[in-house]
């Protein structure tokens, strides 16, 4: 190691010099590739030290964007291979990076960065970067102390955030992959970057990558970084570090492309989490019905707007896609919920927003009843109605609460007007019938007003049989509803993993 201890000021000006001296740290960079020599160099100070001299020297004489020579480029990127293997699941020498370098690497990398603005051909300097960006990650990589006391920093200095300005696979795959080495299984890192505004914007150009890398690499360290932030329990902060800006000349949305994604996520742990009888094993976050249902509130409120803008169905934004995956999301959540559960959710106001958004659904969707009316399946709307209606008869199920507040707000109408074949909602009349079995089961008051309601339209089916319920107009004109052994819905579900796919694509 002594060949490596210069005297920089001999060497700083002198390039044949540098030029010999950038030779003893490949040779040092080989060499602590070996496990016990590694170990042995958390004790040279010195070479720490004269690494921190160097990178402040080219700092202060930007000696990186001028661009006049390329020794100091060749110079940084050695450096960076030596901390990068001097790190390797080592904490001493990671503590000495934080110690000695570690600020100036993040300035270093800052001016890298901006000289590859210049000439994005640059290989030399994209290089240079994508070492740096593996010295960095091996600095983080395994420590909680260095991740929670210098990710803010890091953060702030915006390499990361300015990475992805760049159209290259591997800076954009070492990043993505650094992020997770950093917040894995690490509370405390996942809540600085969620609460950071460079942060923030990071998590969003990362996850915003995950619809066009499907077959790639990056895909599956993205879907895990989320998986992490699921399992940390820290929902909340996530969608709130998603959520979309608002605009005075733009207009505001109810929910941000990047949430949308974030809720395709949940819908596939929801899927990948199902036994062999389709019931949902996941132990979800406890919080994730009362964070959709906060999410979901936003998006009722525009509603209105939302499907009348867009009647057709012909195109999907994020406030459509958004409102059809909680629905959907909540299908499957509905199944699994206790009674505790769903009063907490009412009294979030979800059963309220789920009866305003029925009764836009039935003013904005007129039902196709005849057989000639052919349904557009490629409509944001296609399934829609009967999408609320099936969380309406979850919610309802053994739970007064949810019974006395549906009827209470009106929603029993609501709901029985949808006791109809209609050619855009597949299954709405059987599931809207199951749903008033639901709303009346060991409920006088709501079977007194359902009985009080003249049925209209409601056709008997075998599509009822396949449901488990039996319904039909008695000579008073009546809804009569028994049940029946129910059966597997197969079908149902094939169509929601078509949905699903096609918001996908």
Not at 8 to 17: A, E, G, L
Not at 312 to 335: H, K, Q, R
Not at 426 to 438: D, L
Request: glycine share 4%; hydrophobic share 40%; proline share 2%.
């Amino acid at each position: 190691m002594c060949k490596v201890l210069i005297n920089w000021d001999t060497y700083k000006y002198n390039k044949d010099k540098l030029r010999e001296w950038k030779l003893e740290l490949i040779n040092l960079e080989k060499e602590l590739r070996d496990n016990n020599y590694r170990e042995s160099f958390k004790s040279e100070k010195e070479i720490w030290k004269l690494f921190s001299v160097v990178l402040k020297w080219i700092n202060k004489n930007d000696k990186i964007n001028s661009g006049d020579d390329i020794i100091y480029i060749e110079i940084l990127e050695s450096i960076f291979k030596v901390i990068r293997n001097a790190n390797g699941s080592l904490d001493s020498n990671q503590l000495n990076t934080k110690e000695f370098v570690l600020d100036e690497i993040f300035i270093t990398m800052s001016k890298c960065i901006e000289l590859l603005r210049k000439d994005v051909t640059n290989k030399q300097v994209s290089t240079c970067i994508q070492f740096g960006i593996q010295c960095i990650a091996n600095s983080f990589t395994g420590n909680p102390y260095i991740q929670n006391n210098c990710s803010e920093a890091l953060y702030d200095s915006k390499i990361f955030r300015n990475i992805f300005d760049f159209e290259d696979d591997k800076l954009q795959l070492y990043t993505i992959m650094t992020i997770n080495n950093i917040l894995y299984n690490n509370s405390t890192a996942v809540d600085i970057i969620l609460k950071n505004d460079n942060g923030q914007e990071i998590l969003k150009r990362i996850i915003s990558f995950a619809p066009m890398f499907k077959d790639d690499d990056k895909f599956d360290f993205i879907f895990v970084i989320f998986k992490n932030i699921m399992n940390l329990d820290k929902l909340s902060l996530a969608f709130n570090a998603l959520a979309p800006i608002q605009d005075e000349e733009l207009g505001s949305i109810a929910i941000s492309r990047e949430q949308v994604i974030f809720l395709k996520f949940i819908d596939a742990f929801l899927e990948d989490n199902k036994n062999e009888n389709d019931e949902i094993v996941w132990e979800y976050p406890k919080d994730l019905p009362d964070v959709l249902a906060v999410l979901f509130k936003r998006v009722v409120s525009s509603s209105y707007k939302i499907i009348s803008d867009n009647k057709e169905g012909n195109y999907s934004t994020a406030d459509t896609d958004g409102l059809i995956l909680l629905l959907i999301i909540f299908g499957n959540l509905v199944s699994v919920l206790n009674e505790e559960e769903k009063i907490r959710l009412s009294n979030l106001g979800f059963v309220e927003d789920l009866i305003t958004l029925l009764k836009n659904a039935n003013e904005l969707q007129p039902r196709l009843r005849k057989l000639e009316d052919k349904a557009n399946e490629n409509s944001t709307w296609f399934m829609f109605k009967s999408d609320i209606i099936t969380v309406i008869s979850g919610l309802a199920y053994n739970c007064k609460h949810i019974q006395d507040e549906i009827r209470e707000l009106g929603g029993l109408p609501l709901v029985l007007a949808n006791c109809n074949i209609d050619n855009n909602n597949p299954y709405i009349k059987e599931r809207s019938v199951f749903a008033i079995r639901n709303l009346c089961q060991n409920n006088p008051e709501n079977q007194k007003i359902i009985d009080s309601l003249e049925a209209k339209g409601v056709d008997k089916s075998t599509n009822l049989d396949e449901m488990g319920i039996d319904a039909e107009i008695d000579e008073n004109g009546k809804l009569q509803i028994k049940r029946i052994p129910k059966k597997e819905q197969k079908k149902e579900q094939e169509d929601n993993q078509e949905r699903i796919k096609v918001l996908d694509e």
